[in-house]
């Protein structure tokens, strides 16, 4: 498995993730943010991939928050777009629902793994 992330700040102090994937397997990161109640990203690779990638679409997520009690499955809306031969990215805006606080993630999915069955991608987060 191999893993580059890097973590930025925008002009508006928002904190901006970049993910590059080189891995079959699950992805699990955690603590990107110190701090944060801990949650839970959850989303299967193989149903975006079948989507027109011209095309903008609605990502379910569900969101675990085991401080507030909070459980439930949301959808954010992410979009396609073609980099390169060799890059897909996608981007959205998650958004806590208990804090009102946004986070922008872009991530990039080699073709290497479009190819795999039932692949889930895990995030975990702390602010």
């Not at 609605?58 to 060799?86: A, P, V």
């Not at 208990?98 to 991608?121: A, G, P, V, W």
Request: proline share 1%; net charge negative.
């Amino acid at each position: 498995m191999a893993i580059q992330l890097g973590l930025t700040r925008n002009e508006n102090e928002e904190d901006h993730i970049l993910i590059h994937l080189e891995t079959e397997d699950l992805l699990r990161l955690e603590r990107i943010f110190k701090g944060m109640s801990h949650c839970l990203v959850e989303y299967t690779i193989p149903e975006i991939l079948s989507l027109d990638k011209s095309q903008k679409f609605d990502l379910k997520l569900q969101n675990n928050n085991e401080n507030i009690g909070l459980k439930q499955t949301r959808t954010d809306y992410f979009e396609w777009k073609q980099r390169s031969e060799t890059w897909y990215i996608f981007r959205g805006i998650i958004t806590e629902m208990y804090r009102n606080s946004r986070h922008e993630m872009f991530f990039e999915l080699t073709k290497d793994i479009r190819n795999q069955d039932n692949i889930k991608i895990f995030i975990y987060w702390e602010k």
